[in-house]
């Protein structure tokens, strides 16, 4: 499959040029080998810079292309295989390349949207790592002239009892909520996942949604005029998050935290309000031609980025940058991270007002550097010229690795469907069976980390972090824009190809219960080291898994962001795809997600295709081997997504839920606990089974008929997957009765809303005892 690690071009233009660079330091001598460990770079790639440049690279100039040549900027382990994925749709106005990806939503409006990793830094300061993950993306959509509207975050922590565990878990709660409830946008939905393999490597992916209006221009982040100007504003640069970008393109060895903690940012989020609504301002008076976020690898990857998209060059003089601290050099400069700032180009006619914007909001503004157009990059220091190279160097000759990969074959395959279930320990019925997956940190209430999110501020929230989906009120048409986030480890660690697949369908699927058609979606995938066989083997198969589905479905991959390296010494983290997609809906009105007191005697139904059989999760928490049975077939997916879709539309149900993890009745009793009233289901279904895909809802009986007219064997001969069954009934009294289950709603509460505290706020002798009461079944 894959080749190795080499790329033609750099078989090509190394040549003879072989040289061994010997540098005097304060030390006495630091070869060629230590340079290039200190600047993470390869010796081919070393010599292949050394010949492009026609000479001995200095320091800086390494720094500059380590920089840009790290996985994190360059994607060089990613890029041959993201073209896979599906891109088009007359709905896609900005895509791959931008700041953000940007969609037509029709009557006028538009949003711009992704998601982005911030996860080596939230693993060694996890407040200031997840603020400033929050801040960036923010940063990433409104400089395309979107207003934000929403966040979402997608979060993996380790096993709850592991080292840093707790700290973790605090830190990037507190730096998401301290970073958006500052700045004032709501966060409308999230996902949460535990897991062992992220005992040492956090994952932390935030997106931001920003809207544009009927008269909002996307500003593009595309360099074009020769002689505009580059126009620094924000915060003043310092020595935060120098070679950051290098440090999130290398896996962790143990002890790292205090080593690595200056290539942390610290963010500001009043700042990073200022910066906001000044950059809109003179973004709406027409004043930008173009704008980039000051992001990973700061001013030298802003600066490139912009003017290799747009074919040009630029002199940029270091000495007009405002600094902190004026005793950096030209390397710190170049490649800080300091938060808040954000590049623009502006016609010199334009500069006067845009100076007068920003001097108005308190903002340091400075021209730092202007178009040419030869394809070329002088950097000068006060007149004397510290690096010139041709820009394409450094971003579109970037390497493009070819890693060695194979076939994706699953390891947990089995041939029945019997096989797949769950061993359930012989010592517990099934009613204490519920119970202990309600308590387990995999299945108890995330309420502790979405209560210290503001999400209403802005007035546009109409369901939130409590709902399975986020939803908004779009300010010109009225209408419901839904964000669902998707991709679930537990299926990627059974299968790769299957995993990629369900990170797509799955959203669409929660979209689609609650009438909305699905549009778009981003991606984060979250990885180890590219350099192992299986690492790779698995990004790939779920590459190709997405790409098969998203161009089923017809829904465009808009944005994303790769992170790799996603360890510490041999321990890679869980193949993790972090996923969230879009939908439109006319109306605001759809079912709710609990059962309402209106719903007694209304039937219970289960709407489903079943296509996959899985231990997994439950396997987990009874400390199980996972066991997969099936596939996803793209055919059958997408009709249960459409026949899903269209009868919300023609008959909204009273209740909604997708079976998301865990089985069906840990997704009944979620259903019913916070309701008034109780359920009495009765079905030969395997409670614990768990099962692609399901939907519970809750109908009354006028409705009956319609939702069977989409699932009967008339309507479907094609594809006989689709099926509707009873399960059961509404009841007054409240209960939970599932065959011979019987468990007060109170009970269900009290499990649910009890296992985050037994996990994370008990004593040590409260957590041990919790810790034997979950290993024990």
Not at 535 to 557: N, Y
Request: some cysteine; hydrophobic content about 40%; glycine content about 8%.
């Amino acid at each position: 499959m894959g080749s190795g690690g080499s790329f033609a071009c750099f078989k090509r233009a190394i040549g003879s040029f072989y040289f061994r660079l010997v540098e005097k330091t304060s030390k006495g001598i630091m070869d060629t080998q230590k340079l290039l460990e200190h600047y993470r770079l390869t010796q081919d790639e070393y010599h292949v810079i050394g010949s492009w440049l026609g000479h001995i690279p200095s320091r800086l100039e390494l720094a500059l292309f380590s920089a840009l040549w790290s996985e994190h900027c360059s994607y060089k382990s990613s890029a041959i295989h993201l073209k896979k994925l599906f891109f088009e749709s007359p709905r896609v106005l900005s895509s791959l390349g931008e700041n953000a990806g940007v969609v037509d939503l029709g009557q006028g409006e538009k949003v711009a949207f992704k998601i982005e990793s911030h996860n080596h830094p939230s693993q060694i300061v996890p407040y200031h790592g997840a603020a400033t993950g929050v801040g960036g993306i923010l940063r990433d959509v409104f400089v395309m002239n979107a207003r934000p509207m929403a966040l979402a975050n997608y979060l993996c922590f380790g096993a709850p009892f592991a080292d840093l565990t707790s700290e973790l878990v605090d830190g990037v709660v507190q730096g998401i909520g301290g970073y958006g409830n500052s700045i004032g946008i709501p966060v409308l939905t999230g996902q949460t996942n535990f897991h062992p393999s992220y005992n040492k490597n956090v994952i932390v992916n935030a997106l931001a949604l920003g809207y544009f209006g009927p008269e909002d221009e996307v500003v593009s982040s595309r360099a074009k005029g020769p002689g505009n100007l580059l126009i620094y504003v924000g915060a003043r640069t310092g020595r935060d998050g120098v070679h950051g970008a290098s440090m999130a393109s290398e896996s962790f060895t143990e002890n790292q935290r205090e080593d690595k903690k200056t290539c942390v940012q610290v963010g500001d989020p009043f700042y990073g309000k200022l910066l906001m609504e000044s950059c809109l301002e003179v973004m709406k008076k027409n004043l930008v031609v173009a704008a980039q976020d000051m992001g990973a690898a700061g001013l030298i990857s802003s600066s490139f980025e912009m003017i290799s998209k747009g074919g040009l060059g630029m002199r940029l003089y270091l000495d007009k940058v405002p600094l902190r601290d004026p005793s950096m050099e030209a390397e710190d400069i170049l490649l800080s991270e300091s938060q808040e700032r954000v590049l623009l180009l502006v016609h010199p006619d334009k500069y006067s007002d845009v100076k007068n914007v920003f001097m108005k909001w308190g903002l340091p503004v400075a021209v730092i550097g202007e178009l040419i157009r030869e394809v070329n990059v002088e950097i000068l220091w006060k007149n004397k010229t510290l690096v010139q190279v041709n820009p394409l160097y450094l971003t579109e000759r970037a390497p493009r690795y070819c890693r060695f990969y194979r076939k994706w074959k699953a390891k947990y395959h089995v041939k029945t469907e019997q096989k797949a279930k769950a061993s359930l320990p012989s010592n517990k019925n099934q009613s204490s069976v519920l119970l202990s997956i309600l308590k387990d940190v995999r299945g108890c209430s995330r309420e502790f980390i979405y209560r210290q999110y503001d999400q209403r501020v802005g007035v546009s929230t109409v369901k939130d972090c409590s709902f399975p989906i986020g939803v908004l009120r779009l300010p010109h048409s009225g209408r419901a824009l839904g964000l669902s986030m998707g991709g679930r480890p537990h299926i990627m660690r059974m299968d790769s190809l299957e995993g990629g697949k369900d990170s797509v369908y799955e959203p669409a699927l929660q979209l689609a219960a609650y009438g909305f058609t699905p549009l778009a979606m981003t991606d984060g995938l979250n990885f180890g080291s590219p350099e192992k066989e299986r690492v790779m083997s698995s990004f790939v198969a779920c590459v190709e898994g997405m790409a098969a589905a998203s161009r089923s479905l017809q829904v465009p991959v808009v944005s994303g962001n790769v992170s790799f390296y996603n360890q510490t010494k041999e321990r890679s983290i869980s193949a993790t795809p972090a996923t969230t997609m879009i939908g439109i809906k006319d109306s605001l009105k759809m079912p709710a997600s609990t059962i309402s007191k209106e719903a007694v005697s209304y039937g219970v139904y289960l709407v489903s295709a079943h296509q996959i059989f899985y231990k997994g999760l439950i396997g987990e928490v009874f400390k199980e081997e996972p066991v997969f049975h099936g596939g996803l077939n793209s055919f059958s997916s997408c009709s249960f997504i459409n026949h899903v879709q269209k009868a919300c539309v023609a008959a909204a149900p009273e209740s909604i839920r997708l079976v998301g993890k865990l089985g069906l009745a840990y997704t009944l009793a979620r259903m019913v606990m916070d309701s008034p009233v109780g359920i009495e289901i009765k079905t030969n279904y395997d409670p614990f089974q768990e099962r692609l895909y399901e939907i519970i809802l809750v109908l009354k009986e006028s409705d009956v008929s319609v939702w069977k007219g989409f699932f009967s064997s008339d309507s479907n001969a094609i594809n006989v997957s689709l099926k509707m069954e009873k399960l059961g009934f509404v009841v007054e009294k409240p209960v939970f009765s599932f065959n011979d289950m019987e468990l007060s709603i109170s009970k269900l509460q009290e499990s649910y809303n009890g296992g985050w505290n037994r996990a994370f706020k008990n004593t040590p002798a409260e957590q041990k005892e919790y810790r034997s009461s979950l290993s024990s079944g």
